[in-house]
């Protein structure tokens, strides 16, 4: 039976909301948008037929508040909901609510995600579904015997990952075992035993990340709409994505394309969405996870298939049929535009942004929620918009990659724009075959985070390690030199030095941010703190994600202690001096802002005292003194 859209709440923000408002206006569909007060002036609240704001300044009182958005739901009259990605999208609690005040859920059912929402259940999904998974353990493990059973039959390293993480979070990878038993110890004894939201699994070195956009109807048709390839990731998180995945094999497309409808069809998935998976040199096809949602890349799907899965979703929630796209056509790449720092490693930033010119002209499309003048809000995600870029092949794509990003010009925050251009310049990722050289991990080891066998092994890396050295970073001027117009572009370096501004900002992040091993990025962290070194302090506005370590345990130097995330990044932040541990100020989901103190430290001093017992000592002898004199 279809159901007709007549209005559409959409539940989210940016330019994922700009990109649903479009499509629902192009069926003649009404929109309602909502908007926190950072977002009051975006494009997409504008171009909504209605918007509502939700008071607030963090996501839980705004874009995560159930209440309010169900409240917003009854007084605009809307008869369906689309979440985007991110937020409430995956939220069952969320997506039962819509559909108990009578409104469409765009969306797969709430039982789809339960059972394909926590890692583990989605694991015991794929098994049920004869869809191999990564090699691991599909339950919560307590035991460290276990654990250390798995790594030693298996092999090192190994991964633990949270239940609920996405976008790459919540993973953390084990070297050895003082790693991992210094994991379970940090896990199971000073968090209250939350060792219940993790599970391990084996890590696949030199493997791709390939993903199929899936879409099932109410009757039962099934389609892959393309292949994607998300190999070019920083912290487990994409950067690059390009459709189709290249470099398949017949016998491997097969695989995807069965196991995806065999995964679909054991939850009886209605709706589109996306299965994620590991193909490893061996030409082994690993699951991954089911994304039940629209992703952030469903742009390049589009280009190469033809549709609008937008449009899509909207039919298949309304009871209609999904549409078959015919053959693959062309290439194309999305390069997520986001405020971060290729000097610092890709740390997010903000700022205010002074300048803003896309690219255009033949196979460029540019999805974005910001414009000139917006602030890019240190408390919302740090994506500003995505630029994709279609050619007849992928090696024509990677040309008119080059020449959209000359023609980029974004300025008042950082972006990757620099990163790009040596990506696509690459003659490893620019070839037209090769061996798994552009695997999970190759970005890292190519431009961000280049150990040394020291630090590989558990050692502190210099604090010039983990960025590209040898292309720094640089500004250009124009300039006129006898009437004739000169772009001159000077390595940032020089420039700093010029103005006398500070030294190279570059800090290496630590690939696991166990004991000891913030050594070399406490530097700076330490610095802000000289006054008061016993207060620790949170570095900027953030979420707590774990507290490493419990009221009156000591620590050494560089050992972490609280574990942030902002922007869908996690910072860590490391004991900068030894001492032990005397007040803990924040838990678990807590809202901070840059500043707020997270710890008090009672420093060790030199000679191994607690600063509160030289103090005391002090004291104490100085009285002795006066008496003696008198």
Not at 221 to 231: A, K
Not at 504 to 518: C, E
Request: charged share 25%; net charge negative.
């Amino acid at each position: 039976m279809v159901k007709n859209v007549n209005t559409l709440l959409v539940a989210n923000r940016g330019e994922i909301a700009l990109r649903v408002i479009r499509t629902a206006r192009e069926m003649g569909i009404a929109t309602v948008a909502v908007y926190a007060e950072q977002d009051r002036h975006a494009h997409y609240v504008d171009l909504a037929d209605e918007a509502y704001v939700l008071p607030g300044d963090t996501y839980r009182d705004t874009y995560l508040n159930e209440d309010l958005l169900i409240e917003i739901l009854a007084r605009s009259g809307a008869d369906a909901v689309h979440p985007g990605y991110g937020f409430l999208s995956e939220v069952p609690s969320f997506a039962q609510r819509v559909e108990k005040a009578g409104a469409i859920w765009v969306g797969p059912s709430v039982k789809s995600l339960i059972d394909l929402g926590d890692k583990i259940t989605a694991r015991r999904v794929a098994k049920r579904a004869q869809v191999p998974p990564v090699p691991g353990i599909s339950e919560p493990v307590r035991d460290i015997k276990e654990l250390l059973a798995f790594a030693h039959t298996h092999g090192y390293p190994v991964m633990m990952k949270r239940t609920d993480g996405g976008g790459g979070r919540g993973i953390t990878l084990i070297h050895d075992d003082d790693e991992l038993r210094g994991f379970y110890l940090n896990h199971d004894a000073l968090q209250g035993g939350d060792l219940d939201e993790y599970f391990i699994e084996r890590f696949i070195d030199k493997a791709r990340h390939v993903e199929t956009q899936c879409g099932r109807d109410s009757h039962g048709n099934f389609v892959v709409y393309s292949t994607r390839d998300c190999s070019v990731q920083r912290r487990n998180q994409k950067l690059v994505e390009e459709a189709p995945a290249p470099y398949l094999t017949q016998d491997e497309r097969e695989q995807l394309e069965r196991y995806s409808r065999n995964l679909f069809e054991a939850v009886d998935y209605v709706g589109l969405g996306t299965c994620e998976f590991m193909v490893t040199s061996q030409h082994k096809v690993y699951f991954l996870e089911v994304n039940p949602r629209l992703q952030v890349e469903h742009t390049v799907s589009e280009e190469v298939c033809g549709l609008d899965l937008v449009r899509e979703q909207l039919m298949i929630a309304s009871g209609g049929s999904l549409t078959v796209p015919t053959s693959p056509r062309g290439h194309s790449f999305e390069l997520r535009i986001t405020s971060e720092d290729p000097a610092r490693n890709l740390a997010p930033s903000s700022g205010t942004l002074s300048r803003l010119e896309w690219p255009s002209g033949p196979g460029i499309r540019v999805d974005s929620g910001v414009q000139e003048g917006d602030t890019i809000s240190p408390k919302f995600d740090s994506m500003m918009g995505k630029l994709v870029i279609t050619a007849q092949d992928r090696l024509t794509a990677i040309s008119r990659v080059r020449r959209a990003l000359q023609e980029l010009h974004i300025e008042g925050v950082p972006t990757p724009a620099s990163l790009f251009e040596q990506i696509f310049s690459d003659p490893v990722f620019t070839a037209e075959h090769h061996d798994f050289d552009v695997s999970t991990k190759w970005l890292e080891r190519a431009y961000l985070n280049r150990e040394p066998a020291a630090a590989q092994a558990g050692q502190p890396a210099s604090m010039n390690e983990g960025v590209d050295t040898a292309k720094p970073a640089s500004e250009s001027f124009v300039v006129e030199v006898n009437d004739k117009r000169i772009k001159l572009t000077v390595p940032q370096d020089i420039v700093d030095n010029l103005t006398g501004s500070a030294k190279a900002r570059a800090v290496k992040l630590p690939t696991q941010p166990l004991r000891g091993q913030g050594l070399h990025a406490i530097e700076q962290q330490s610095k802000r703190s000289q006054d008061k070194p016993g207060v620790i302090s949170a570095p900027m506005q953030a979420v707590v994600t774990r507290v490493n370590v419990a009221e009156g345990q000591d620590v050494e130097k560089g050992d972490l202690l609280v574990v942030l995330e902002s922007m869908k990044m996690e910072n860590y932040v490391y004991a900068p001096t030894a001492g032990s541990v005397s007040k803990i100020f924040v838990g678990p989901a807590d809202g901070v802002e840059a500043g707020d103190t997270l710890i008090h430290l009672d420093v060790r001093a030199a000679d191994g005292r607690s600063t509160t017992q030289a103090a005391s000592d002090d004291r104490g002898e100085g009285n002795a003194e006066g008496v003696s004199r008198a």
